[in-house]
């Protein structure tokens, strides 16, 4: 089964660091593009950060400088490194990522299912 699991969520102070991984498994080829994104309850899911299947990176303007987003291609996973953490950097986030299917040799759209974050003192 392809899937998208994150890990990495949890409670932590302001001002603290975590860092998220996002790991596909199953039958693939690739990861191509990916992204993190964050959602709070009654509020649009938003991206966080994205990258490319080059490494090209974008980031929100409310975590640039704080968060940093990367891969391992070898692993077929993607990390978000999150510091200097706010309680408004609370929510579920998201994984994202186009991974390449050994079944179609074609790329599909897959979600995880989402770790907390929880930054509170």
């Known amino acids: 089964q392809v899937q998208l699991v994150e890990s990495g969520g949890g409670l932590v102070q302001p001002g603290g660091s975590l860092r998220l991984s996002c790991a596909a498994s199953g039958s693939i080829f690739s990861v191509g593009g990916a992204g993190w994104y964050r959602q709070v309850p009654g509020k649009q899911r938003a991206a966080v950060a994205t990258i490319t299947s080059a490494g090209s990176t974008y980031v929100a303007d409310s975590v640039k400088g704080r968060f940093t987003i990367s891969r391992d291609n070898a692993e077929n996973t993607v990390y978000l490194q999150m510091g200097s953490l706010k309680p408004e950097d609370t929510a579920v986030y998201y994984c994202?990522?186009?991974?390449?299917?050994?079944?179609?040799?074609?790329?599909?759209?897959?979600w995880g299912r989402g770790t907390q974050v929880t930054v509170s003192s």
């Open positions: 994202n990522a186009r991974l390449k299917l050994t079944s179609t040799g074609n790329f599909d759209n897959y």
